[in-house]
């Protein structure tokens, strides 16, 4: 059986009003306003676009 994803965390072009947002977050049920704390890391791959990846700990703002 597949696993519903409840929450996802989204940022820059996929923010609300930004210009992915229409097509990677239509489907969502809500969209509301979050945050987080964590350190970004951009992973470079053989994919034609870095990967950005966040891990949580103390180094966030708050």
């Known amino acids: 059986m597949a696993e519903t994803v409840r ?6 072009t996929l923010l609300r009003g930004a ?9 969502a ?3 509301e306003p ?3 704390s ?3 890391y951009l992973w470079r791959s053989a994919l034609p676009v ?3 990846l966040l891990r ?4 966030g703002r708050r």
């Open 50 to 52: 870095g990967v950005v």
């Open 56 to 59: 949580s700990g103390r180094w």
């Open 38 to 40: 964590g350190r970004l």
């Open 19 to 27: 210009p992915n947002h229409a097509q990677f977050c239509a489907d």
């Open 29 to 31: 049920l809500t969209v």
């Open 34 to 36: 979050a945050r987080t």
């Open 7 to 12: 929450h996802v965390f989204v940022y820059g």
